[in-house]
């Protein structure tokens, strides 16, 4: 009998979630594992002497995803006081050559770029159209066009991706250092593709 009226609790109190919405917190019949003692993020803490939950990392933890090449990390010199002007050329090597290099610059340009300043880098991808219609014209993106960043370093390139740059998102998460390089060398090409004629082609006529 007592066996029975169990079953039928449980019977009863497992059909009453089914399909149904409800603000009280799930009906769990083994608790142990569901309220384990635990700390919340911030959360102070006795133990240690800082009384932090949060233990900071051990000295000179390097995470293994980072880049350990200060210059192609950061797209600054050696002594970082000047920005790189080029890709590194081992960077290009260790990635398949020129060729492969720019085709995997273009491909990730295309998916992380394109939708805010167009297929062509003119600025007007699909983003940024939408933010003029609506007159957000901060969240506009400019066209890699205009003379000044024509004539950025590629470091500062790298680094306005990586870091981001006022209303641009930062790309360090989501986009890795050497294909980072790659969307700079294919930044460049796009470049190249609209610039004007150089001024010393008469010359050669
Ligand atoms: C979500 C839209 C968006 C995406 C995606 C985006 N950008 Fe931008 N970008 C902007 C906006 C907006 C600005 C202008 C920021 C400002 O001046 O407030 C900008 C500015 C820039 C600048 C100019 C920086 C300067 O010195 O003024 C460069 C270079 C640039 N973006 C490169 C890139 C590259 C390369 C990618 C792809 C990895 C990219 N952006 C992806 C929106 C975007």
């Known amino acids: 009998m007592r066996m029975l009226l169990i079953t039928l609790a449980f019977a009863t109190l497992s059909t009453g979630c089914i399909g149904g919405e409800s603000g009280e917190p799930p009906v769990v019949g083994i608790r142990n594992m569901y309220n384990q003692p635990r700390y919340d993020t911030q959360e102070r803490q006795p133990f240690f002497a800082d009384q932090r939950s949060m233990r900071p990392q051990v000295e000179g933890t390097v995470s293994r995803e980072m880049e350990k090449a200060m210059a192609i990390a950061s797209g600054r010199n050696a002594n970082d006081d000047a920005w790189l002007m080029e890709v590194h050329p081992q960077l290009v090597a260790q ?63 790298f680094a306005t991706i990586t870091n981001g740059v006022r209303n641009m998102p930062s790309y360090a998460h989501s986009i890795p250092v050497h294909d980072r390089w790659a969307i700079v060398q294919y930044v460049r090409a796009l470049q190249l593709s609209q610039a004007p004629a150089p001024e010393n082609t008469e010359q050669s006529q």
Do not use: T, W
């Open 95 to 157: 990635n398949g050559g020129p060729a492969a290099f720019l085709s995997r610059g273009k491909e990730r340009y295309d998916i992380y770029c394109a939708p805010c300043h167009s297929i062509s880098g003119d600025g007007k991808g699909m983003v940024s159209r939408r933010a003029a219609a609506l007159g957000a014209s901060g969240l506009v993106a400019p066209s890699f066009h205009d003379d000044r960043l024509r004539h950025i370093p590629d470091g500062q390139l």
